[in-house]
């Protein structure tokens, strides 16, 4: 019987730790439950608010709309005068541009003409100026042949001299 009652304290132990526990995890559950409600009412504040932002927007955006067709209708009507004023300054500087361009071509030819002038007067210069290099070449390989063959002949009428050294 002894034992009955150490098994049965043994039981009642288990049983008080059980409860214990139990009622832990019930005050952890009701703490989360209470924080989980909080967190709703602030979510439910939180959607009635973005909801009646969202009405302000969208009878903003609905004001924008019709401010937006009516800038549009003014603008489109703008857009028709100005296209229609810039085709006409459009064609005028079409000529302008046409007239200057004939001009400037006509004076590019001008110039064009006069450069190939100046070149083949230069070229001709040039070549004229080549031909008197080679004329100069010419004239100073056959004045050193001239100096080479005087210097021999020197050298020659040394060596007969009296007193000239014999090799």
Known sequence: MLQDLDFLA?????????TKQLQSEHAALGARA??????RNQLQTQLTRQESEFK?????AQRHDAEM????????SELETLRTTSQREL???REQLQAQNA??????HATQARLESELNQQRAA??????ELEQSR?????????AGDARQRIDALLERLPGAPQE
Do not use: H
């Not at 043994?10 to 059980?18: D, N, P, Q, S, W």
């Not at 302000?56 to 903003?60: I, L, Y």
């Not at 001009?103 to 590019?108: F, P, Q, S, V």
């Not at 040039?126 to 031909?131: E, K, P």
């Open 126 to 131: 040039y070549t004229q100026i080549l031909q």
């Open 34 to 39: 209470e924080k989980a409600e909080q967190e």
């Open 103 to 108: 001009e400037k071509l006509l004076e590019a």
């Open 10 to 18: 043994a039981r009642i132990g288990e049983l008080v730790e059980l």
């Open 69 to 76: 067709a009516q800038v549009q209708a003014a603008a489109q």
């Open 91 to 93: 064609d005028a500087l």
């Open 56 to 60: 302000d927007v969208a009878a903003q």
């Open 138 to 146: 010419a004239e100073a390989n056959r004045l050193r042949d001239a």
